[in-house]
């Protein structure tokens, strides 16, 4: 059974941070392409940031410079660090593995940010 669980999500300030943390089990995130998306309501899930195992990492242009993506492997965690936020990066925040051999796709349940003005 694979499961992702997201963890760090609240109620922020502008210009606050906070740091998402997505735990894996049942499969190795370091084999993977992990990735956040997120979802405003009313609003599809678009991508914040995602990384090859490799290390290619690419960023939204809307979170550029504000948010970090970063890997723990030794806990098979990924995790969002988030600084600067604004009231626009309010939505639910979904972590993501995908698997390119086996076409594998897996997704967390979500964790809410909220960023207040």
């Known amino acids: 059974q694979v499961q992702l669980v997201e963890s760090g999500g609240g109620l922020v300030q502008s210009g606050g941070s906070l740091r998402l943390s997505c735990a894996a089990s049942?499969?190795?995130?370091?084999?993977?392409?992990v990735g956040w998306y997120r979802q405003a309501p009313g609003k599809q899930r678009e991508l914040v940031v995602k990384?090859?195992?490799?290390?290619?990492?690419d960023y939204a242009d809307s979170v550029k410079g504000r948010f970090t993506i970063s890997r723990d492997n030794a806990k098979n965690t990924v995790y969002l660090q988030m600084n600067s936020l604004k009231p626009e990066d309010t939505a639910v925040y979904y972590c993501?593995?995908?698997?390119?051999?086996?076409?594998?796709?897996?997704w967390g349940q979500g964790t809410q940010v909220t960023v207040s003005s």
């Open positions: 990384q090859t195992s490799a290390g290619r990492t």
């Open positions: 049942g499969i190795v995130f370091s084999i993977y392409t």
């Open positions: 993501n593995a995908y698997g390119s051999r086996a076409a594998t796709n897996y």
